[in-house]
């Protein structure tokens, strides 16, 4: 029966890139027992067929090239079952200031686009502001990272001026 564990394991990972954890929730999702489990694991990660840090990266910058900000990264890492150890080497690794503002400027830009938020030229309206303000938090950018963004673009004359 391990060696069914270890097959369904491989045929799982051949779809994708999976977390420690996603792997272990698989094969549990499938009836296999503890026992099995922890072997397959332990053989997959000898084998190299899982590797937590290594996912973290990709998911990290795949997310990253989303414009997703810091908090959108840690919070689905930490829901694919990746450590709060390698979490945070990975956002420190990832995550600057400046990286991060910019980046999040560059999706204020399309959100004001897309949403109509600003006119060149024009400053924007309080509940365009705040509008700007909640989807940059929804996606993952802090409080005080989105007000940033916002008052930066709030400042500049017009939007495709603002320095990426």
Do not use: C, W
Not at 98 to 112: N, T, Y
Request: glycine residues 8%; hydrophobic residues 35%; charged residues 35%.
């Amino acid at each position: 029966m391990a060696n069914s564990a270890y097959k369904t394991a491989v045929s799982y990972l051949s779809r994708g890139i999976k977390s420690k954890r996603q792997v272990e929730n698989k094969l549990k999702e499938k009836g296999f027992s503890n026992s099995e489990i922890e072997g397959t694991i332990s053989r997959i990660e000898d084998e190299g067929y899982i590797d937590d840090e290594y996912f973290a990266q990709v998911v990290s910058d795949h997310l990253i090239l989303r414009r997703r900000g810091r908090e959108k990264v840690k919070s689905e890492l930490r829901a694919k079952g990746i450590s709060a150890e390698i979490i945070s080497i990975v956002l420190e690794e990832k995550f600057d200031y400046e990286s991060e503002i910019k980046r999040g400027l560059g999706l204020a830009v399309k959100i004001i686009e897309f949403d109509g938020l600003k006119k060149d030229g024009e400053v924007m309206m309080k509940k365009d502001r705040e509008k700007l303000i909640r989807k940059l938090m929804n996606r993952g950018y802090s409080p005080g990272h989105a007000v940033k963004i916002a008052e930066i673009l709030n400042n500049s004359v017009d939007i495709f001026d603002v320095e990426l």
